[in-house]
């Protein structure tokens, strides 16, 4: 029996190490324990010229272009950035919006308003007030929507989700989801139902700090979340979108981390259209106080750097980020762009809304946005997809 038992223990270890390899956990392992300190002191003027001299660039110039020594480069890099994006995107700007459908949430992460333990009010829209929520939004003009609830499979379940994606069809021509992770099958259900796009944020990379930020609830299950992306890839998604939430951990290597694990899904899944978002901490309930800071230079690195190492990848900005910001960075690498954001529930139609999940910056009309747009020579794209 204890023979058996080795042997069961020895092919388990086996097969997770299998599984390593089968996924990004794999490739993060690979450099969980990079000196990135000793790395960063080491790069110098030389190396960053020669990176952007290169047609293509390897992993270490990308983690190159993230260093301090960059930060003199910022104006080369933007001018190459600028030329990969007009080369593989032309010059326009796609247009979305986030609806809230649920706040109820198991988790207790600690960066974020909608916390478990957090004493806000809770909500959820009926079907009737998911077609309100619609209507209201698609009178603005826009037509890919982004759909959000708080991770609580009881309040939200894939069930819910559906009946809410077969009323916002009729409104819109491209449905994406923000919610807790799935299993593949679920996801499939969802695009047979008419999802075509999936979002989700690792939050942090780093693996020793994820449980201090993720102190209870589902969501504390590292390797589940950080799979997910690859689960709605092999579900056929048409749009998969990842990121870390800048601020919970040090930048330069939270958006190495997001960018090897674009590479990732983009080399194992080219079909599939796959981009990045650079979320910062905004102010929530339960007023978390992110210990490191992220400057406007730095997302602005951050975004330029990606955008050499992957000239195809999609980069998402939203309405974290302040108007004078999001003006500056169109033409910088921004391929899509939220407006007329709102992250509470019922935040479009309903006078009793929720409390949002973070706090906008951006509270720019989608009218106000499309003629932004226009006056930096590009052009506001409200529909690029339709279901058939």
Not at 37 to 54: E, P, S
Not at 85 to 106: A, H, M
Request: hydrophobic fraction near 35%; aromatic fraction near 12%.
């Amino acid at each position: 029996m204890e023979m058996v038992t080795e042997l069961y223990i020895e092919l388990q270890y086996i097969n997770y190490e299998e599984v390593w390899h089968m996924s990004f956990y794999g490739k993060y392992m690979e450099y969980r324990g990079f000196d990135f300190d000793g790395f960063f002191n080491g790069v110098k003027d030389l190396d960053i010229q020669k990176a952007l001299n290169k047609e293509c660039i390897d992993e270490m110039d990308y983690l190159a272009l993230l260093s301090p020594v960059a930060e003199k480069c910022l104006e080369q890099m933007a001018v190459k950035a600028q030329q990969l994006t007009f080369w593989n995107f032309g010059k326009v700007i796609f247009l979305f919006t986030p609806l809230y459908l649920s706040n109820y949430c198991t988790n207790k992460c600690v960066y974020c308003g909608f916390n478990v333990t957090n004493d806000i009010k809770r909500s959820k829209l009926t079907l009737a007030e998911v077609e309100q929520e619609a209507e209201a939004i698609s009178r603005t003009g826009i037509r890919h929507i982004l759909i959000l609830t708080g991770e609580s499979r009881k309040e939200s379940p894939v069930s819910y989700i559906k009946e809410c994606v077969y009323v916002l069809k009729k409104y819109f021509s491209s449905i994406s989801i923000e919610v807790y992770p799935l299993e593949e099958q679920e996801y499939a259900e969802l695009v047979k139902a008419g999802v075509d796009g999936f979002t989700m944020f690792q939050e942090v990379y780093n693996e020793e700090l994820y449980p201090q930020l993720h102190m209870g609830g589902p969501k504390s299950n590292y390797c589940y979340r950080l799979d997910a992306p690859e689960r709605a890839c092999r579900a056929y998604m048409r749009t998969v979108n990842i990121g870390s939430l800048l601020g919970l951990d040090e930048w330069r290597r939270e958006s190495f981390f997001t960018g090897l694990h674009a590479d990732y899904l983009q080399g194992n899944y080219p079909d599939i259209e796959i981009s990045v978002s650079f979320p910062r901490i905004r102010p929530s309930a339960g007023c978390f106080k992110p210990k490191y800071q992220v400057t406007d230079k730095n997302l602005v690195q951050a975004m330029l750097a990606l955008r050499i190492f992957m000239p195809r990848v999609g980069i998402t900005l939203s309405t974290r980020e302040n108007a004078k910001l999001r003006d500056n960075l169109i033409g910088l690498g921004v391929t899509k762009m939220s407006a007329g954001s709102s992250t509470a529930v019922g935040g479009y139609s309903n006078k009793n809304k929720s409390e949002g999940q973070f706090d906008i910056s951006d509270e720019r009309s989608v009218e106000e946005i499309k003629q932004l747009i226009r006056s930096k020579g590009y052009q506001p794209v409200f529909k690029d997809w339709q279901q058939i």
